[in-house]
């Protein structure tokens, strides 16, 4: 299937904690163009993009306060990233 621009924001985007580990959720867009990886947007305590290819990301991070937002992307680029959501690591 070939794409016709970037993907939509993925659905669904959750964030949570427990003690120092985090968990990142969220479901590809029910429309558009195909998704072939996500980019996760950090800033706070740590600023950074990530790669993932799954739709889930969960690790241990250093105390501080994260935002973070998630975007699909494929062969057309980056689309639109998730409203950010905001953690706090003890």
């Known amino acids: ?3 016709q621009g970037p993907p939509r924001a ?4 959750s ?3 427990s003690g120092h580990a985090y968990y990142l959720a969220w479901t590809p867009p029910a ?3 195909a998704v072939e990886s996500y980019a996760v947007q950090v800033s706070g305590a740590f600023t950074g993009t990530l790669s993932s290819m ?7 991070a250093g105390p501080g306060t994260y935002t ?7 062969a057309c680029g980056v ?6 959501l905001t953690i706090a690591i003890p």
């Open 1 to 3: 299937m070939l794409s």
């Open 10 to 13: 993925p659905e669904g985007f």
């Open 15 to 17: 964030a949570s904690t």
């Open 31 to 33: 429309t558009g163009p």
């Open 54 to 60: 799954t739709r889930f990301l969960s690790g241990s």
């Open 68 to 74: 973070i937002s998630v975007a699909g992307v494929n």
């Open 79 to 84: 689309g639109t990233f998730t409203a950010p």
